[in-house]
């Protein structure tokens, strides 16, 4: 079964701050990796995806994300925050061998302090 | 396209009647979730279907909760009675479900808010 986990469950910054949020997944074969947003109010929107090639991968609004395989690991980064990048961000995972099931982590709601 | 469709977008409804969420998937998807989410569960996946199949029910809270696919592009979610304990956004999403190296990336509609009072 696939799994994901999502360490930080709330980070506050201040504008121009760096962001790390860690995620982590469980599954022993090939994945597809997600990076979802949710603004308040709002439906999950994709930020970015990893399906193969390039473990860095550059997202919307200046973010991307790592995928380490070895680490089982596909953090998001940003270098530099902005305050309506407040909102909770969701990793998900799907397996090749689960179909087309996604699963998403608990997600880490980030406040961008002005 | 115009997106995953949801309806209604607010439901308020006293505890023990039906409630009906109804899903119109993305031209073309063939997998559909619906997940719940609440402040203090999170995102939760309730169900998920593939080609009109249920594939997926263990999230399904209990009996009172019910999802079908009648067509490969409408999808309704069940409730009844409905509890007070139920209130949350529920979400329904697709997926053009290539699957293995394919393009899995589900795609969201804007939620149903559902009080149950």
């Known amino acids: 079964a696939q799994s994901v986990s999502q360490h930080n469950h709330h980070v506050i910054l201040s504008e121009a701050a760096s962001l790390e949020l860690g995620c982590n997944y469980s599954?022993?074969?090939?994945?597809?990796l997600f990076w979802y947003v949710q603004y308040p109010g709002q439906h999950l929107q994709l930020l970015l995806k990893y399906f193969s090639g390039d473990p860095l991968v550059k997202g919307i609004k200046g973010f991307e994300a790592e995928f380490i395989k070895s680490k089982f690991s596909f953090n998001l980064r940003k270098p530099s925050v902005q305050w309506s990048d407040t909102a909770e961000y969701f990793c998900a995972v799907n397996g090749d061998n689960a179909g087309n099931m996604l699963t998403f982590g608990g997600g880490t709601r980030l406040m961008v302090k002005p | 396209d115009a997106g995953v469709i949801q309806s209604p977008r607010h439901e308020v409804t006293e505890m023990g009647q039906e409630v009906t969420l109804r899903c119109k998937l993305i031209?073309?998807?063939?997998?559909l979730f619906w997940y719940r989410q609440t402040m203090m569960r999170g995102l939760e996946l309730l169900i998920y279907?593939?080609?009109?199949?249920?594939?997926?029910d263990s999230g399904m809270p209990e009996d009172r909760f019910s999802a079908k696919m009648p067509n490969a592009s409408f999808s309704t979610l069940k409730i009844q009675p409905s509890e007070p304990r139920d209130s949350a956004v529920y979400f329904c999403?697709?997926?053009?479900?290539?699957?293995?190296?394919?393009?899995?990336?589900?795609?969201f509609g804007q939620g149903t808010r559902l009080t149950v009072v």
């Open positions: 279907f593939n080609n009109n199949v249920p594939i997926d």
């Open positions: 031209s073309g998807h063939n997998s």
């Open positions: 599954y022993g074969g090939t994945v597809n």
């Open positions: 999403a697709s997926s053009p479900g290539q699957g293995r190296g394919g393009n899995t990336e589900a795609f």
